[in-house]
């Protein structure tokens, strides 16, 4: 099992830069492989980021290719969503998510954990 709270939203002007942060807990944490989501009101969930159990491998929604970096710190049970250029249409909850298959990690239905998410809010 392993428990994620995210931290890092909060409002920013378009343009602006903004770095979420998601805690685990457990000794796993190197298992699983880690991804960011993001739901606008009104709107599904989506697929923002993914990366793979080792970090070697990054997976990005089209819409956020170039702005959006994930990282992630082993050592630490962190994982890293930076967001640059950011747009009033990334407006949104941000949900932090870990996964035990470590495959299709661009696929909601691939994550076993999610945690409680974090408002990020772009002015126009």
């Known amino acids: 099992q392993v428990q994620l709270v995210e931290s890092g939203g909060g409002l920013v002007q378009a343009g602006g830069s903004l770095r979420l942060s998601c805690a685990a807990s457990g000794r796993t944490f190197g298992t699983y492989s880690m991804g960011w989501f993001r739901q606008a009101p009104g709107k599904e969930r989506e697929f923002v980021a993914g990366?793979?159990?080792?970090?070697?491998?990054?997976y990005y929604a089209d819409s956020v290719k170039g702005r959006f970096t994930i990282s992630r710190g082993n050592a630490k049970n962190t994982v890293f969503l930076q967001m640059n250029s950011l747009k009033p249409e990334d407006t949104a909850v941000y949900y932090c998510?870990?996964?035990?298959?470590?495959?299709?990690?661009?696929?909601?239905?691939?994550?076993?954990?999610w945690g409680q998410g974090t408002q990020v809010t772009v002015s126009s």
């Open positions: 998510a870990a996964g035990s298959t470590g495959l299709r990690i661009w696929v909601l239905d691939a994550y076993d954990h």
């Open positions: 990366i793979s159990r080792s970090g070697g491998s990054t």
